[in-house]
């Protein structure tokens, strides 16, 4: 970590300039998390799925000075490097083997000789910024956003406590390190000093591996990881006994695969909902029975409240636009004032998401606002669809979306995934599903088979790709 922020120093990289990342798990990005905490220099971690259009765009809005990639961007990187006049030359490092490209260097090349030494103190305050984390792009252009050092280490803390970890705990994350999720048990064990196991990629069978030879005691997933997880072969209960936090965040798991779990692996799961722009509600795994269908209450130190169009708040089992505050919010959209005003009204961030309060306070979703199909005149949200679906035993995952239509304005149409070894038509889902939803309007207008879902680097499901490759 020392001889990489010196060497950041001493290529005249300061504190407030961005250093981008365009890598996927692996130790030189780890170390430029760590180097960024130290010296104030703001990291800006990509997704490796974009596209050369993508990366450039963000290397821009970003104002970026320096990249440090995987040795397989070079191409990329060669093709759009002219079109980003703010990076230098040599300020182009590769990670990985093969860097035998004019004008990049090796990462190895680039710390060798930089002292070891702890490098000058950075004078942090609370307001510097950290990082700036481009969202996950499914409901549209990513924005990127802003956590200073204050936000990151109320990270460290809160999700300590949420979670229950300890300095002997054993935190296992496979999931990509450019997720904002990682950072939420990345940076409890950077606080606590924990075991900390990063696997290259997801998969399952190397996952339940893990649990069981390191002891593993804690674990994140998004939704599609943990059905692969209880959807494969070698899962079995027994083997993942030192588990005691398994959690889902970054998109809402199916209550099938919730009551699943609970019956799996009693008393270990938690259900995280939240936005990276800083609200988050945590289902403790003391309430994952008795509030199966919820997401549970605001974190500590946080606040939320339930909004009508109007602005005023409603009252218990009344749905409206989710709206929270706290420590963890941001202070911005970078470079984007407008977006920044649109999101964050009087303190108060709004979440775009539509859900309820019981009379005890915790939330249920609803459904993303931009989601909602107006079908002949009523609000038909596809997760409730969804849910009905979800519970096919040959549906591993489904997405619910809206179309044109000539008669009703939008009809609901659905997009599945089977279980390994299921099979079931298209038409015949569908009327399975028909006959269960609670209402007419929740009918399917259409149904089909996908061998897998479109996902972003988070492995959160792109609806919009679905939807768009359907309309096509």
């Known amino acids: ?104 260097v090796a990462f190895d090349q680039f710390v060798q000789g930089a002292p070891r030494t702890e490098p000058p103190d950075a004078a942090l305050v609370d307001d510097d910024v950290y990082n700036i984390m481009y ?140 936005l990276t722009e800083g609200f988050i509600t945590k289902l403790d795994k003391r309430d994952a029975v008795t509030k199966t269908s919820s997401v549970g209450v605001p974190m500590d130190l946080q606040e939320m409240k339930i909004l009508d169009d109007t602005g005023n708040e409603v009252a218990a089992g009344v749905p409206g636009e989710i709206c929270g505050r706290g420590p963890l919010l941001m202070p911005g959209y970078y470079n984007r004032p407008d977006l920044t005003a649109d999101a964050i009204v009087d303190g108060w961030l709004h979440s775009g998401d539509v859900g309820y309060v019981d009379e005890d306070g915790y939330l249920y979703l609803v459904d993303r606002i931009k989601d909602m199909i107006l079908s002949g005149g009523v609000n038909v949200y596809p997760r409730d669809i969804e849910e009905v679906i979800g519970t096919h035993p040959a549906v591993a995952e489904v997405a619910v979306f809206g179309v044109p239509d000539d008669k009703w304005g939008e009809v609901p149409v659905a997009a599945v995934t089977l279980v390994n070894g299921e099979s079931i038509t298209p038409d015949d889902l569908m009327e399975w599903a028909n006959e269960r939803v609670q209402a007419k309007y929740q009918r399917l207008a259409n149904c089909f088979v996908l061998a897998e879902f479109p996902r972003n680097v988070a492995g959160k499901t792109l609806k919009r790709e679905i939807r768009r490759d359907y309309l096509e």
């Open 135 to 274: 969202s996950s792009g499914t409901t549209g252009l990513p924005k990127g956003i802003v956590h200073s050092h204050y936000i990151r280490a109320m990270y460290c803390t809160m999700f300590a406590t949420t979670f229950r970890i300890m300095p002997e705990s054993v935190a296992l994350h496979a999931g990509a390190m450019v997720f904002n999720g990682a950072m939420m048990t990345f940076l409890p064990w950077l606080y606590l000093g924990c075991r900390y196991i990063v696997h290259e990629s997801f998969d399952a069978e190397r996952m339940i591996d893990e649990i069981e030879s390191s002891g593993v005691t804690h674990s994140l997933m998004v939704p599609s990881q943990i059905i692969a997880l209880l959807n494969h072969p070698k899962f079995d209960p027994a083997k993942l006994q030192s588990l005691q936090m398994l959690t889902s965040v970054g998109a809402p798991l199916l209550l099938e695969y919730k009551n699943r779990i609970n019956e799996a692996l009693p008393g270990r799961f938690y259900e995280l909902y939240g």
């Open 1 to 104: 970590m020392n001889q990489l922020s010196n060497a950041l120093l001493a290529a005249g990289i300061t504190k407030g300039d961005k250093v981008s990342t365009v890598m996927t798990n692996r130790l030189e990005l780890i170390l430029m998390f760590l180097a960024a905490a130290k010296t104030g220099i703001v990291i800006v971690p990509c997704s490796t799925l974009l596209q050369e259009s993508g990366l450039k765009r963000l290397l821009t809005d970003s104002d970026t000075v320096m990249v440090i990639a995987d040795a397989s961007f070079a191409p990329m990187l060669d093709r759009i490097r002219g079109d980003l006049p703010a990076i230098d030359t040599g300020r182009y490092v590769l990670a990985g083997d093969d860097v035998a490209v004019r004008g990049f």
